[in-house]
């Protein structure tokens, strides 16, 4: 899915934009019992409480594809024979509404994921008439299809402390007891996905809160698929790359002139209003490194680790294996913040056969928030 048309869906989560009836679900202990099942009409549901609840589910298509959004895409025979596809469709298919089916998902859910305390298990069932947009952008009096598809997340429970409050009823301060809160989803998923703007029952959009954890239990539960590399471990890993392959010459303009280049990539995606997401491939890195100097063999050493890592012909999002708004030198005893886009006022030099970090600094020099003067 592009970012636009995750948007035109994320847009259907509010009361008055969705077909949705009710919301499904179930509560979870930490001992993996379930306490309550959930089936709550949001036709009689207050507009706030219903939006807050939609809000939940929305919050599976937040984030950035390939950090906390990841595609899981299933082969033509895996959809011809997989059960966990099956499960979905059928899932799908009957809006929720087959109670075995739903009992098959929350088995599933609750042998994958583990938390400290009680959970909550929601989802949800939309179909979405689907307009398309004449020359002038106006919308066509008839829908040209119909986009059904189903939301699933995880939330954990929290408990409030009791606190003081004041009461305008009778002009006092009260304590309020301890409640029940539910939190953001920790993880979640979209099924089917809305490709081109239509129904696309090859994939599932899957969505993960922690960058780190992607829940590869829950992946290979769920979608029966092996789940993809994190986004900690992908930069993680190509870190990995770059420091093996380039050895002695991964140096600062080498890892400066890799930051840049994926940095203007990036913003030359944005200003061309491109739909879909920007993926890099290791030819990306070929030409940087090639355009730097670095010697042929030790680009063909950064082609193999990439393979092995990432796999031959992988497309990865830049801000998957880099941080873009962020240049950052650290030794074992000191960490340097620099803007981005003022990284050349970084440099590295061999004082006396000794190893030194240099900052170029002309002006406004603090020290614990204290101006001082370097002449």
Not at 46 to 70: I, P, R
Not at 108 to 114: A, C, G, P, T, W
Not at 246 to 268: F, G, P, R, Y
Not at 341 to 349: A, C, H, K, M, V
Request: aromatic letters at 10%; hydrophobic letters at 35%; glycine letters at 4%.
């Amino acid at each position: 899915m592009t970012d636009k048309e995750i948007r035109e869906i994320r847009r259907r989560f509010r009361a008055s934009k969705n077909n949705i009836l009710s919301i499904k679900g179930c509560i979870v202990d930490k001992e993996k019992n379930i306490k309550a099942y959930i089936d709550q009409s949001l036709i009689n549901t207050v507009s706030d409480d219903c939006d807050k609840l939609l809000s939940l589910l929305k919050k599976t298509l937040s984030g950035t594809a390939g950090t906390n959004l990841y595609d899981i895409e299933y082969t033509a025979t895996e959809v011809m024979s997989s059960e966990a596809h099956r499960l979905l469709m059928t899932l799908r298919d009957t809006g929720l509404k087959n109670d075995e089916c739903l009992s098959i998902l929350y088995s599933k859910i609750i042998d994958s994921v583990q938390f400290d305390g009680d959970y909550a298990i929601l989802a949800a069932s939309d179909n979405y008439d689907v307009f398309n947009y004449n020359e002038n952008g106006e919308k066509e009096e008839e829908s040209t299809s119909v986009f059904s598809y189903f939301v699933c997340c995880v939330c954990p429970i929290k408990q409030s402390k009791p606190s003081l409050y004041y009461s305008s009823f009778d002009n006092t301060f009260r304590m309020t007891d301890n409640f029940s809160l539910i939190a953001n989803p920790e993880l979640g998923f979209m099924f089917p996905t809305f490709d081109d703007r239509a129904t696309n029952i090859y994939k599932a959009q899957f969505y993960a809160k922690d960058l780190s954890d992607n829940h590869p239990d829950f992946i290979k539960n769920i979608f029966d698929l092996d789940p993809p590399k994190p986004s900690a471990e992908q930069k993680e890993s190509f870190n990995e790359c770059l420091k093996e392959a380039l050895t002695d010459e991964c140096n600062m303009s080498v890892v400066k002139s890799v930051h840049e280049h994926i940095a203007e990539l990036v913003e030359e995606s944005k200003a061309e209003n491109n739909d879909e997401p920007l993926k890099i491939t290791k030819n990306t890195f070929k030409n940087v490194f090639e355009s730097c100097g670095i010697s042929e063999n030790k680009v063909n050493d950064f082609e193999k680790h990439f393979d092995e890592q990432f796999g031959e012909h992988a497309k990865l999002a830049p801000t998957a294996v880099m941080d873009i708004k962020k240049f950052e030198v650290a030794t074992p005893y000191v960490t340097i913040k620099v803007d981005p886009e003022r990284s050349d006022l970084i440099s590295t030099e061999i004082i006396n056969g000794s190893k030194y970090i240099l900052i170029r600094a002309n002006d406004g020099i603090e020290v614990n928030g204290v101006n001082i003067d370097l002449s």
